[in-house]
Nanobody, 126 residues
Framework: QVQLVESGGGLVQAGGFLRLSCAAS????????MGWFRQAPGKEREFVAG????????YSADAVKGRFTISRENAHNTVYLQMDSLKPEDTAVYYC???????????????????WGQGTQVTVSS
C-alpha cells in the first residue's frame, strides 16, 4: 500500500504559477504510475496528468498541455505538477493518485486508481 500527501496549493493570479508536490510513503514508489486529478465544485473529478512507473513517460490532458508538467523523483518518493500560465478555470481541488504497475498507460479513469491523497486547493483569480 501507499499513502499520499499533497502540498503546494494556494491562491494565485491568472498567468501565475504553482508547483504541487505529492509525497508517497513506502519503499516501492518507483513501481507506481502516478496521476494528478482535479475536481471543481459541482463537477466530476477529471484527469490532469500522469506519469508512468516503468519509464517516467508523461501524459497530459489537452486542457493543460503546454502549461502543466508532471515529473517524479523516485529517490524522494515524490511526484510534482508544475503549473504555469494558470487560468481561472484551473481552480479546483487537486488530488494525486497511485496505481501499482498498470498494464497500460496512460491511466485516465479515476476509478482505476486505488490510492488517493487528501487533495490541495488551487484557486486562480482573474
Amino acid at each position: 500500500q501507499v499513502q499520499l500527501v499533497e502540498s503546494g496549493g494556494g491562491l494565485v493570479q491568472a498567468g501565475g504559477f504553482l508547483r504541487l508536490s505529492c509525497a508517497a510513503s513506502g519503499r516501492t514508489f518507483s513501481s507506481y504510475s502516478m496521476g494528478w486529478f482535479r475536481q471543481a465544485p459541482g463537477k466530476e473529478r477529471e484527469f490532469v496528468a500522469g506519469i508512468n512507473w516503468s519509464d517516467a513517460s508523461p501524459y497530459s490532458a489537452d486542457a493543460v498541455k503546454g502549461r502543466f508538467t508532471i515529473s517524479r523523483e523516485n529517490a524522494h518518493n515524490t511526484v510534482y505538477l508544475q503549473m504555469d500560465s494558470l487560468k481561472p478555470e484551473d481552480t479546483a481541488v487537486y488530488y494525486c493518485a497511485a496505481k501499482f504497475r498498470p498494464r497500460y498507460f496512460p491511466v485516465l479513469s479515476a476509478s482505476e486508481y486505488p490510492y488517493w491523497g487528501q487533495g490541495t486547493q488551487v484557486t486562480v483569480s482573474s
